[in-house]
Antibody
């Protein structure tokens, strides 16, 4: 059974960089069958796709966040990571990592981690 | 404003049938991209409910079904149960090179 687990600071100061890591177990980020994605959900609001990475390192980002987002993969640790720069209060959200079956749907999700942007 | 439009809320009594619509445009659903549906129970991560417009993952009851026509898609739930009370999201791909979600629909079981 594939499991994903997000980790990282729960509090980030405005203008700083949010950094999260997703650790995958029961599956491999090196598999060519999947993309590895980040999605976020502001409190009380809907889902927003952030972007995904392929094991080769190729990426695709939400155009509205592209200038601030970097997703990377570490196949040796079976992890992938998210960096979001110049954060503001609007970036406060639960951040989820998920597996994308390369035909668009997300079949396994992490439990999510709340990141609050505040001084 | 979400690229895919869903009703904010729907409701139904136990045993009834409800449908949730997801309306897009010619740059996403209407362009032929598949629609997927997720169920989010309170305080939990979303769970894949329907993929590829009408396919159910293993373990999802056949009370849940999906369809797509033109620039819209629908999720139908028959034999409504109290445990179905949740938020439901549609998802597709947009030619802006982005995965997109609907704004979500809160299902209340009366």
């Amino acid at each position: 059974q594939v499991q994903l687990q997000e980790s990282g600071p729960g509090l980030v100061k405005p203008s700083e960089t949010l950094s999260l890591t997703c650790t995958v177990s029961g599956g491999s980020v090196s598999s060519g069958s999947y993309y590895w994605s980040w999605i976020r959900q502001p409190p009380g609001k809907g889902l927003e796709w952030i972007g995904y990475i392929y094991y080769s390192g190729s990426t695709n980002y939400n155009p509205s966040l592209k200038s601030r987002v970097t997703i990377s993969v570490d196949t040796s640790k079976n992890q992938f990571s998210l960096k979001l720069s110049s954060v503001t209060a609007a970036d406060t959200a639960v951040y989820y990592c998920a597996r994308d079956r390369r035909v668009g749907f997300l079949d396994y999700w992490g439990q999510g981690t709340l990141v609050t942007v505040s001084s | 404003q979400s690229v895919l439009t869903q009703p904010p809320s729907v409701s139904g009594a136990p045993g009834q049938r409800v449908t949730i619509s997801c309306t897009g445009s010619s740059s996403n659903i209407g362009a032929g991209y598949d629609v997927h549906w997720y169920q989010q129970l309170p305080g939990t991560a979303p769970k894949l409910l329907i993929y590829g417009n009408s396919n159910r993952p293993s373990g999802v009851p056949d009370r849940f079904s999906g369809s797509k026509s033109g620039t819209s898609a629908s999720l139908a739930i028959t034999g409504l149960q109290a445990e179905d009370e949740a938020d439901y999201y549609c998802q597709s791909y947009d030619s802006s090179l982005s995965e997109v979600f609907g704004g979500g629909t809160k299902l209340t079981v009366l």
